[in-house]
Each structure stands twice: as structure tokens, then as C-alpha cells.
């Protein structure tokens, strides 16, 4: 299993529309390789979604800058050392600093000061950034900073089908290239694809499993498209139970292809249902990312609606994630970075 399972990619369609019992083995089996290749630590990702000021106009997400029922925030250096404090208390092992996108000198030399400042003080916390598309200068200096690890997703592997997301001024090719260029200056690099999004079939998603394993990633983040209303999309079929599903399939599929990867349960999960993100870490994921995000900010960073979370503390969040980890007999990795094996095995070779 040391490369994951060689399968068509007319079985992956199969297995990504299983149901029932079919599903329920599908599950086990990617659990039991979850076990076997990355343990049954789970490991935390504190988010800290400090800033929803956003420079694109994607169509499903709900902060897009054309929105202008958002309230706009940037939070201060210190009230981002105040969420890192509290990760480090809690012994979250790694932090991810997740914020809209902007390519303004200002911004970037933000996100690379701060940080500088969080491997000065907490210098054993890993560090993921999330903040898009920049220039390979400008993901060099974050590298260089002392960030080891960033997520960009892909949204979907489809050209035509990433034209239907994004507005002309957006392109697959760019992204893409973000990608090689994070890889190649040696980031942990994570990507993802949004699970049931309008225009998207079965036979996408299949290809984006390919994707991943083709460019090697690292680190997974995907999960169910939800809707938001004050979006183009807000008219545009949405099926929760399918997205649940899909995306626990996707999660299992993954986990089979792709054993040493890290695949986070993610927090749109339980915008489905309550225990979405327990059925995650049940169909293979092994990261949890608990929202750190201070409370008086939550509102104002809802991508999609329903999100989870929004009126609870740091604190809550804490203990909530802890339960549901033990609830499904995996092992909360307290103060573990939890790098990526792939990402260590592909560096050994
Ligand atoms: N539903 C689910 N996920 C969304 N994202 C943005 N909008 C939505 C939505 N409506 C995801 C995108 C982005 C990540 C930060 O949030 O995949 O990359």
C-alpha cells in the first residue's frame, strides 16, 4: 500500500457514488489505512481567519469582494499573537492563518511579519498559510519568514469547469502555477476541491482525485460546497445529502489513493449535518482544524451559510473538537505538529 491502490478512474465514479453498505466498507477500509499509514493521531490546525477583506469575486464564496453586506475586518497583529497563545496553550501543535485574498505589498508584508514574529515566540507551533495566489517572490518570503506548509485549493481541476466558478479576471492556469511554485520552494503543499459545487459531476471529481496524486500534494483540504445567499450561485441547485456524501466518499477515495497524506475533516462537514466532521475522521481524514478565530469576527467570515461554530468561544471550540475526536476512538495528537509523511517520504527519495 506504500503508493496507495491503482484503480481506473471508472471505479473511482463507482466508489464516489456508493451508498449504504457499499459506503459504510468503503469507510472502514479507508479508516483501517488511515490507521495503519498516519496512526490514529489526529492532529489540530488552529484557524485564524484573520482578515475577510478580499480582492476576487468568486461565485459561490460568500465574502467575495461584491458583497457588500459584509462587515470588513483585518485583526491586529497582537490579536493574532493573543489566537497563537491560545493554540499554543492548548496544545494544538500548528496554527493556519487563512484570510481573503490580496496581492497589495502592504498585505504581504503583514502575513510575512507576523510570521516572523510566531516563529520568534512559539518557535515549535507549525505553521500553515492560506492566503492564495501570490507570486513565487512573495511565497518565497513567507517560506523564508519560517511558514513550511500552504493550502491552496484548486476549487476543481477542470478548466472549463473553473471558468463556471471564478470571473474572467481568475485563472486555472494561474492557480496551477501557484502550486508548482509552492511545491518547488519547499512548502508542505495542501490543495482541494469544493465537493457538489454547481457544474460539477461525478466524473470531475474522479479527475481531481487524479490530480492530486498526479502533482503529489501533500496535504488535503476539501469539502462540500454549501450555499450562500448573496451569491450569483444563490439560485443554483443545491443538494446537501449529495455534497454530505460525496465528500466522505472523496475523503475515502483519497485516503486509498493517497495513504501518507494529511486530510483534513473540515468544518463545512458539519455545516451538513452535526457529526460531519466525526464521519470525516470515520472515512479516513486525520486533521481537525478548530476555529480560533475570536468570536466578535465569526459573523463576518462566513464563506457559506450554516457556518458552524459562529457563536461559540476559542474555549467551546476546545472542547467540542476534543469529545468528537475520542467519540470516534482516534486520539487527539496534542502538541504534534503532525507534518505530512508524504511530504517526508518525498523528501527521503
Ligand atoms: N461552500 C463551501 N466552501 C466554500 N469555500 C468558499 N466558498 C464556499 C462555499 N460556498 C471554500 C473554498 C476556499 C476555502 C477557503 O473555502 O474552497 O478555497
Do not use: W
Amino acid at each position: 500500500m506504500a503508493s496507495g491502490i491503482c484503480i481506473s478512474k471508472q471505479e473511482i465514479i463507482e466508489n464516489l457514488q456508493a451508498k449504504g453498505k457499499k459506503q459504510g466498507e468503503l469507510h472502514k477500509k479507508a479508516s483501517c489505512i488511515r490507521d495503519s499509514s498516519v496512526s490514529k493521531n489526529v492532529y489540530f490546525r488552529g484557524i485564524i481567519e484573520f482578515s475577510n477583506i478580499c480582492a476576487n469575486d468568486c461565485f459561490y464564496c460568500g465574502i467575495r469582494k461584491s458583497n457588500n453586506k459584509v462587515k470588513r475586518y483585518l485583526m491586529s497583529k497582537e490579536e493574532i499573537l493573543e489566537c497563537v497563545e491560545f493554540c499554543d496553550k492548548a496544545k494544538y501543535g500548528s496554527i493556519v492563518l487563512q484570510s481573503g485574498e490580496l496581492q497589495t505589498k502592504k498585505f504581504t508584508d503583514f502575513v510575512t511579519g507576523i510570521v516572523k514574529t510566531i516563529k520568534k515566540k512559539f518557535p515549535k507551533i507549525g505553521i500553515t498559510l492560506c492566503v492564495g495566489e501570490q507570486s513565487k517572490k512573495v511565497y518565497q518570503k513567507f517560506f523564508d519568514a519560517g511558514a513550511r506548509r500552504y493550502l491552496l485549493r484548486i476549487e476543481t481541476s477542470n478548466k472549463e469547469h473553473y471558468s463556471k466558478l471564478h470571473p474572467n479576471e481568475m485563472s486555472f492556469e494561474s492557480r496551477k502555477k501557484c502550486l508548482e511554485n509552492l511545491k518547488k520552494i519547499g512548502f508542505q503543499t495542501g490543495t482541494g476541491v469544493m465537493i457538489g459545487s454547481p457544474f460539477q459531476t461525478t466524473e470531475n471529481l474522479a479527475d481531481d482525485l487524479l490530480f492530486f496524486k498526479k502533482i503529489g500534494a501533500d496535504m488535503m483540504g476539501m469539502g462540500p460546497y454549501v450555499l450562500h445567499e448573496q451569491t450569483p450561485f444563490s439560485s443554483q441547485c443545491f443538494n446537501p445529502s449529495n455534497n454530505l456524501n460525496l465528500s466522505l466518499n472523496m475523503v475515502a477515495m483519497l485516503r486509498l489513493m493517497m495513504p501518507y497524506i494529511n486530510i483534513a475533516s473540515t468544518t463545512a462537514l458539519q455545516a451538513l449535518t452535526p457529526n460531519g466532521r466525526e464521519l470525516g475522521l470515520q472515512a479516513g481524514a486525520n486533521v481537525i482544524m478548530p476555529i480560533v478565530t475570536p468570536k466578535k469576527y465569526r459573523e463576518d467570515y462566513q464563506l457559506y451559510k450554516n457556518k458552524p461554530c459562529i457563536n461559540e468561544s476559542s474555549e467551546d471550540c476546545m472542547k467540542c473538537i476534543i469529545a468528537r475526536i475520542k467519540s470516534v476512538g482516534l486520539t487527539p495528537a496534542f502538541g504534534k505538529s503532525g507534518t505530512s509523511l508524504h511530504f517526508l517520504r518525498r523528501k527521503k527519495c
